[in-house]
DNA sequence: CAGGCCGATCTTACAACGTACGATCTGCCT
DNA sequence: AGGCAGATCGTACGTTGTAAGATCGGCCTG
């Protein structure tokens, strides 16, 4: 009746397990204590291999950003990337947005990483490398980073609450605050709400995809043509 | 020698509070003691007028709003607004940024509020309305909603981070990393690095106000001519 | 003026967290 | 067999959010 020896602890097994708690409990779940049960050891011992939590943490972006790189770069869905530089970059985001559509913790953390683990680099190296063969100057494709980023990491925000809108306002209230934004209320009145795979209500793939082609599109018209 | 009277504690009083520590110490150091100590009493003594403290963080997303609908829609800089849609958008998503500069750990706070306070409604319904008058389908003004919110609020990343660079790398090292991604090291070489009153080292002024004429100018074209 | 009532504040206490410090265990080399 | 080093664990402390109830102070009523 001896015990079946554990595998032992590794950095990559803890930030698996770190993981796995994020993704079905949330980021706020995911504690010392809470990790080392998961994996049957004891908390402290994971001090062995993270230095401390805020390094995991930091650790989870790094297997975010590294699942982004095995989708996107490393074997991208549709074959080696050709064609319109627009084509490459727009698989790119939207594989980066499947990453982060099946982890929703993820996106605030990348967006707010105290430390950027060096694996992002490689992300943001081949979007320059596509864009200055597409014959951008480096300044160009500096801001177009930081449009796409943000894009990617910002499309998040839930702009219709749902539970303030079921909960806790009574009829009256609902219909004062109809009243009050009219303009706003035709826009929820005209949504589908089929937020089935996506993070929010009002964040679906069509509408991500639909700002997506008006930053590539505007980015575009300002690349010298080659 | 009576002790001078305290003001008495007010949820504003409270949510002041803790808006001066987080602009001064971080948004990590806004805990019930810390507030209470601020405001001269215990910390339970915070409850009878806030619920808990994620209603706490709640209030301060409300805060940031608020400052946001003063200096954008009560008593805009240039007075009322008029002239092209774009130019009244522009100036108000300026000094929203304006804003989150002055409180640089409010942008995730927003982006990722798990409860939107309601005066969040008012700047988009503001934003909406402009964008109807000038023509826009709803669905359109939708969509323009969900790229400026991002961009406003994902604009914050530091692509390069100073500390990487500076301190846990030896020369070594970083000569690799120069070497592994040039196109970066090239980006990084020609950027001027006055992080004076930007959020990052590249998120500056004139890059923002580039990002979003990109996105307004693209909304502007497939606007129906009024 | 006495008594009581109620909104506001405080005291105490507890569970959960991150983690410093040192003890312990385990497999391998001599 | 002896010991050495890498890996794991036990204990304990400080900090956090907050539940439960005691206490204060001003105002109204009798």
Chains 1, 2 share one sequence.
């Not at 449009?147 to 909960?167: K, R, W, Y």
Request: one cysteine or more; aromatic letters at 6%.
């Amino acid at each position: 009746m001896t015990r079946t020896a554990r595998a032992p602890l590794s950095r990559e097994r803890i930030l698996d397990a770190a993981v796995a708690i994020a993704d079905a409990e949330g980021l706020a779940a995911v504690t010392m204590r809470g990790v080392a049960q998961q994996l049957d050891c004891e908390a402290m011992s994971l001090y062995y291999h993270v230095k401390d939590k805020a390094q995991l943490v930091t650790g989870l972006v790094e297997v975010i950003i590294d699942e982004v790189i095995a989708t996107t770069l490393d074997n991208p869905p549709g074959g080696p990337q050709a064609g319109d530089w627009r084509d490459v970059v727009r698989a790119r985001c939207l594989g980066a947005r499947h990453v982060m559509l099946r982890h929703p913790w993820a996106p605030p953390l990348v967006a707010n990483a105290d430390q950027v683990p060096p694996n992002t680099y490689r992300v943001f190296e081949a979007l320059v490398a596509t864009m200055i063969e597409a014959g951008f100057s480096y300044d160009l494709a500096h801001r177009a980073i930081h449009a796409i980023g943000s894009m990617i990491l910002g499309f998040t925000q839930e702009l219709f609450d749902p539970n303030v809108d079921t909960d806790e306002l009574s009829d009256d209230e609902l219909a004062a605050l109809a009243g009050a934004f009219p303009h706003l209320g035709a826009i929820a009145a005209s949504q589908p709400h089929d937020a089935a795979q996506s993070l929010s209500v009002c964040d679906t793939q069509a509408e991500f995809e639909f700002t997506l082609g008006l930053v590539l599109d505007g980015l575009d018209a300002l690349r010298p043509a080659v």
